[in-house]
């Protein structure tokens, strides 16, 4: 009997700390769940307010694209233009150095002409016996 006594004894303490424990751990579970609860609220709280940033950026990015390619084909235009303008410029100052060149080739050739014939000019009249014995 003793022993009976001995045995519910152990096993009323023993339910009675494992109901304890139960309800402590319950009482803990409770507990993080509603901090997780919270914590989930929070996050998604933050994800929708980061969506919203995150669209603006978007539309503001996109804002900014659309303006850089508006400029950068007004600033290819013009450039094309001005590139245009330079191609008919380099054309015409190359046909002005041609035809300067030709002129200058022109120059110097009838210089050379000139000057060789002075030359021929000068040799004639070195040898020629009249002149000379009359200098």
Do not use: C, W
């Amino acid at each position: 009997m003793e022993l009976i006594y001995f045995i519910s004894g152990v096993l009323s303490v023993g339910v009675i700390y494992g109901v304890r424990l139960l309800r402590t751990i319950k009482s803990s579970h409770a507990e993080l769940l509603a901090r997780h609860q919270s914590q989930s609220n929070i996050s998604s709280i933050r994800n929708a307010d980061l969506d919203d940033q995150l669209d603006g950026l978007k539309l503001l990015i996109g804002d900014i694209q659309s303006k850089m390619e508006k400029d950068q084909y007004k600033n290819l235009s013009e450039l094309n233009k001005k590139n245009e303008e330079l191609s008919g410029l380099i054309s015409k100052v190359q046909s002005d150095l041609k035809e300067s060149n030709k002129v200058f080739n022109k120059n110097v050739v009838d210089a050379f002409n000139r000057i060789s014939q002075l030359n021929q000019n000068l040799s004639k009249l070195g040898q020629d016996p009249n002149l000379v014995s009359k200098y």
